[in-house]
Nanobody, 121 residues
Framework: QVLVVESGGGLVQPGGSLRLSCAAS????????MGWYRQAPGKQRELVAA???????NYVDSVKGRFTISRDNAKNAVYLQMNSLKPEDTAVYYC???????????????WGQGTQVTVSS
């Protein structure tokens, strides 16, 4: 049973844009706050953007003003529009429950395969 599927990653030059998409099962999406985590090589997974069921958002400082998270409750979907990308944004991006930016998602039971974002010239 696939619970979370992320897509939309790729290779982009610095300053470019990508839009990530996430389809989640109802058991994960429900009324939970949802977010995008990322994990760079050698680093812990980190929640960088989150959105609750009412549309309130939360961002880690390093992505504020560049990333925009949104959700479609009817489709159990979450999106991340990433603009002005930097090499330090390179990571595998995961979608899952979460609200506290900077957290690692230690309490999450199931992770999808993630989607690779590489920012390089």
């Amino acid at each position: 049973q696939v619970l979370v599927v992320e897509s939309g990653g790729g290779l982009v030059q610095p300053g470019g844009s990508l839009r990530l998409s996430c389809a989640a099962s109802g058991s994960i999406f429900s009324i939970n706050p949802m977010g995008w985590y990322r994990q760079a090589p050698g680093k812990q997974r980190e929640l960088v953007a989150a959105i609750n069921s009412r549309g309130m958002t939360n961002y880690v400082d390093s992505v504020k003003g560049r990333f925009t998270i949104s959700r479609d409750n009817a489709k159990n979907a979450v999106y991340l529009q990433m603009n002005s990308l930097k090499p330090e944004d390179t990571a595998v991006y995961y979608c899952n429950k979460g609200w506290i930016v900077g957290s690692t998602g230690a309490g999450v039971d199931y992770w999808g395969q993630g989607t690779q974002v590489t920012v390089s010239s």
